[in-house]
């Protein structure tokens, strides 16, 4: 990210809480002269001052750090969902939302068709996720354990271990929700 870019999204977060330069000061323990400089593009701050500028207006270190400007709040309509097929398996995923500012949830509805089996590797990174059933019978499985999910049932789980999502019917789709910490975390089933 440009220097100019993460000052403007530092001032604008000020800004919008009717805060001052020494207020922040006050808050952060940099220099009121310091946090102007990064506002206005003269200078980039430390890991350090960053994470206590963005302790001081309540946000996350990694809201500064996006790469992209999202917007605070996320909104996809239903039409606009785009279905992805999975490489592994009949059946597509759709994400529900594309994340905000130092945001760490991601959102998808999975549609598995009759017999489908879907492997979920483990990622590099800890993180864990929810998942309830919409439609259909679901068999969930993690490491040696198993489960059978209906409609309205829900599970919730540590990304750590390999998991897999089998839809048992030979007639019928199943739907799902799953709300994960991982970003694109099923991209690539």
Do not use: W
């Amino acid at each position: 990210m440009e220097i100019q870019e993460l000052g403007a999204r530092i001032k604008r977060i000020r800004k919008s809480r009717s805060m001052t330069l020494k207020d922040i000061e006050g808050r952060s323990r940099v220099s009121a002269t310091h946090i102007s400089e990064i506002e206005r593009g003269k200078t980039s701050p430390t890991i350090g001052a960053l994470s206590r500028i963005a302790s001081a207006l309540g946000k996350d270190t990694a809201f500064f750090l996006e790469s992209q400007n999202l917007d605070d709040v996320c909104r996809i309509k239903y039409e606009d969902r785009e279905k992805h097929v999975f490489k592994t398996t009949n059946g597509y995923y759709q994400q529900l939302t594309f994340g905000i500012p130092g945001g760490r949830l991601q959102s998808y509805r999975l549609h598995l068709e009759p017999g489908a089996i879907l492997q979920y590797s483990p990622p590099s990174t800890e993180g864990e996720a929810t998942l309830m059933i919409e439609q259909g019978e679901l068999r969930f499985t993690s490491g040696d354990e198993q489960v059978d999910l209906k409609i309205g049932d829900s599970v919730h789980f540590l990304e750590s271990e390999d998991h897999g999502f089998i839809n048992p019917s030979n007639s019928h789709s199943v739907d799902i929700i799953l709300v994960s910490t991982r970003r694109h975390s099923i991209d690539d089933m």
